[in-house]
């Protein structure tokens, strides 16, 4: 634990300008780059608005916004866990040239991948204040869900980060989960309406990321206030992951380049 | 004496049943992987004092790069111990971890940051660094954009320009064109003949190690054969080699 502090602190400044680096090499390596973070989940947003509104006669309230706070959500959590996969693989320069603690790669990608995730809310606020979302203190349970977001994503992420160094193919079984996830946590339609009951009740809590966007929707849109021990819940299984996770990797890093 | 720097004892490494499987694989042959164990490195032990040049020889596959790796931290041993006594480390090799779409500055940003140096000694080495690489306005454009003698110039450079206490070198004293070849080799010289430095090379070049070495070991098949006196151990490396 002591060596996580003092690790984390050692490569903080690392990880960041790392990411920064990163995202300045998107956006150098074509001009549209940048507009892509945002037509990404713009376009998929207009589809889904489609679909739902005019095929399955949605009727949530702020149909768009709804949506697009899911996929911004989601967009960041499968672009974490995508990545995290091939992570070691993809790293190997560095990895198999020095030292350093193997989840400061997932660290990184968290700062690319929330960076993208915050411009993307941008226009969340764009659209509320379009549709003129009335806003209540609730909206200050932004900041306790991101956080349990980014935990939960990144101790996920430290267990693909290892499983994918010795699993050749899992990066096509994570995409079929992610694409089953994808469907079943309501990032255009909710699914404890639409899901029979109880079922539906259920698929909204026990998934965590079905739970933080209900609680986003709630908090941000609607206006009411979102369970509190769920989500103190969630952030506690998402911590205990995320340290078994560290423990998993400062056990077997080393023997990474041996396999790669 | 007491002044090591470095201190390797009983050190065996070993690449064992460490291969990727896929799910696929394991589905349809549901065979028991045979795990071969390679002993790359076996009871190796040895002390190194501070500011001392120890060349390492032997054949291709003995074990040399393991060990110098495992020196590095970036192998961790399966038995005994390396202690570093709290030295600065770097592991020179031919073409250094770049990531290939930043560019060379932000590449040396990183890689510097890697070494364990701050932001601002960083900063205030960068311009040695560039002059040094001869790279020129290609400094800002992404690493990918480079041809392989750049690659190494820049990589030569960093690791030449950051100092630190203890520099691992595996075969690199050739880097570049002609001329950047002789400046290197030269720079080279300098560095390791600093007197805090403690310095390993490997090398096949028995040229380079009888001007730069102190003392040579020898390493067959993992297992440590010799350790002594330069000239001594070159000439019966030789031997051994006809």
């Known amino acids: ?260 | 004496m007491n002044n090591y720097a470095i201190e390797v004892n009983n050190l065996c490494i070993t690449y064992k049943s460490l291969q990727s499987y896929s799910i696929k694989k394991s589905l349809l042959h549901l065979k028991k992987n045979e795990s071969k164990e390679i002993e790359a490195v076996k009871n190796v032990s040895f002390s190194l004092p501070k500011g001392n040049i120890m060349g390492i020889v032997g054949k291709n596959g003995s074990g040399k790069s393991t060990l110098l790796n495992a020196i590095a931290g970036i192998f961790s041993p399966d038995s005994g111990s390396i202690d570093l006594k709290g030295n600065s480390v770097s592991l020179l090799s031919i073409g250094v971890g770049f990531q290939r779409e930043l560019t060379g500055r932000e590449n040396i940003t990183l890689s510097g940051m890697l070494l364990g140096f701050s932001e601002q000694e960083i900063q205030e080495k960068t311009g040695a660094i560039i002059e040094f690489s001869e790279l020129g306005h290609f400094i800002d454009m992404p690493v990918r954009t480079y041809s392989s003698g750049m690659y190494s110039k820049l990589a030569f450079s960093i690791t030449a320009i950051l100092e630190t206490n203890i520099m691992l070198i595996d075969e690199i004293l050739s880097v570049g064109d002609a001329k950047f070849k002789k400046k290197s080799y030269n720079k080279m010289k300098e560095l390791i003949s600093d007197k805090d430095r403690t310095v390993i090379i490997v090398s096949h070049g028995k040229e380079t190690l009888e001007n730069l070495c102190d003392n040579i070991m020898w390493l067959h098949d993992g297992e440590l054969k010799m350790i002594g006196d330069t000239k001594e151990v070159l000439e019966e490396y030789e031997l051994f080699m006809k």
């Open chain 1, 1 to 260: 634990m002591t060596r996580f502090i003092n690790d984390v602190k050692k490569y903080f400044k690392y990880s960041i300008v790392s990411a920064k680096s990163e995202l300045k090499s998107e956006v150098a390596s074509s001009y549209l780059n940048w507009l892509w973070w945002i037509l990404d989940p713009v376009c998929f947003m207009l589809i889904y608005t489609f679909i739902s509104v005019f095929v399955f006669k949605a009727t949530e309230q702020y149909f768009p916004v709804f949506t697009f706070i899911g996929l911004s959500m989601w967009d960041f959590f499968s672009r974490m866990m995508n990545n995290s996969v091939k992570i070691i693989k993809n790293n190997k320069a560095i990895v198999s040239k020095v030292y350093l603690p193997k989840y400061i790669l997932i660290l990184v990608k968290l700062w690319v991948n929330g960076f993208k995730m915050f411009i993307s809310f941008g226009i969340v606020v764009l659209m509320m204040i379009v549709y003129q979302v009335p806003i209540t203190l609730n909206i200050l349970y932004f900041v306790p869900i991101i956080i349990t977001l980014a935990i939960i994503s990144f101790g996920g992420a430290t267990f693909l980060l290892h499983y994918g160094v010795f699993v050749q193919d899992l990066s096509n079984v994570v995409t079929i989960i992610l694409r089953l996830l994808f469907y079943i946590t309501g990032i255009f339609y909710d699914v404890a309406k639409r899901i029979q009951a109880p079922f539906g009740e259920i698929l909204s809590e026990a998934n965590p990321l079905a739970f933080l966007l209900k609680s986003m929707r709630e908090s941000i849109l609607y206006g009411t206030t979102p369970n509190r021990k769920l989500l103190l819940l969630w952030m506690f299984i998402g911590l205990v992951i995320t340290y078994l996770g560290i423990r998993k990797i400062y056990k077997n890093e080393n023997s990474y380049v041996k396999v790669i």
